[in-house]
């Protein structure tokens, strides 16, 4: 299609010698006694402006058609969110109604279906390991249903919920294992450069404290050197209280001093969630982030329109001063 614009030149040439024939019988015409002064009343410069404009819309049309791409930088909001549940055994207490586990499900329920399909959604479960029950998506069935099978384990182990988030992020495909009573320890993830997952946001939720190895913070510096971002959710107070689940008395005691750590090390935030109503509030104020991502983009509709504007701007002045068209 670009071979076409070898045209443009012959079409000017021809449009020339046209105007240079007219001027000469013009000029004949005069010389005889006919149209006297012709020549000094005519348009002038204004006879060329319609059709340099048509000529000017040709070639941008003939540009289009060879469907030309540009970068554009759009914003966007997208990303890789990992929800990262506690699932201690603490976490079946009944203080948020019906369960904690179930309140918290419940509030990430009306998460996940308020997310747009630029969003990509996993899911992780932690207690004395960490394990992905549901790689990130953007299938929202299956990140409920993942959701859904979520169950009280046991212990509380920080570490390997942000490490198993962080191998999760770097997953592309694959089948996730399923969630069972005794999940294999998660190694450690290879590393990255840093600021690698700049996009990536990890949701620790959490109701205790960490009870199992590995340091949580030097998990939490892993995930900054990946520009992971982490934002803790606390279940409960600092003063700690002492539960009833599934006959067994349980001291729960939540570490704010960690979360609060953990979260300002990665560049997140950390909400404390005393009640059904603040855990909605919390999911409400987590927006993915708003990112300007260079993409390739056909640009032959935005040429064709310009094309078509130029062309009715050409034939306008052309009706309005000559009652015609080029």
Do not use: C
Request: overall charge neutral; glycine content about 8%; proline content about 7%.
């Amino acid at each position: 299609m670009l071979l076409f614009l070898l045209s443009i030149p012959l079409i000017a040439a021809l449009y020339l010698f046209l105007q240079q024939r007219r001027r000469r019988l013009a000029a004949s015409y005069s010389r005889l006694g006919f149209a006297q002064g012709a020549l000094e009343r005519g348009p002038g410069y204004r006879r060329h402006i319609p059709p340099a404009l048509f000529l000017v819309s040709f070639t941008i049309l003939l540009i289009a058609l060879a469907r030309p791409q540009a970068v554009v930088s759009l914003p966007k909001q997208e990303g890789t969110i990992i929800l990262a549940f506690d699932v201690s055994g603490s976490m079946a207490a009944d203080d948020l109604k019906p369960t904690r586990m179930e309140a918290a499900k419940a509030a990430v329920r009306d998460f996940v279906e308020r997310q747009t399909s630029s969003v990509q959604i996993g899911v992780v479960a932690f207690s004395g390991s960490g394990f992905a029950v549901q790689a990130p998506t953007n299938d929202k069935e299956a990140i409920l249903a993942s959701i859904n099978r979520l169950k009280p384990e046991l212990g509380t182990s920080l570490a390997h919920g942000i490490l198993a988030s962080l191998q999760a992020i770097a997953m592309d495909s694959g089948p996730t294992p399923p969630l069972s009573s005794s999940p294999s320890p998660t190694p450690t993830p290879t590393p990255m450069p840093e600021g690698a997952y700049t996009s990536a946001v990890i949701v620790l939720l959490t109701d205790g404290e960490n009870t199992a190895p590995p340091d949580p913070i030097a998990a939490a510096q892993t995930a900054a050197d990946r520009g992971v971002r982490v934002y803790s959710i606390g279940i409960g107070s600092a003063a700690g209280t002492t539960l009833h689940v599934n006959g067994f008395t349980v001291h729960t005691q939540l570490d704010e001093a960690a979360l609060q750590q953990i979260s300002h090390i990665t560049g997140g935030v950390y909400y404390n969630a005393g009640d059904e109503q603040d855990l909605r509030t919390v999911y409400e104020e987590l927006i993915p982030q708003m990112v300007i991502k260079p993409e390739k983009m056909e640009v032959t509709s935005i040429l064709t329109g310009a094309s078509l504007l130029i062309m009715l701007i050409g034939g306008a002045f052309s009706l309005l001063w000559f009652s015609r068209l080029p």
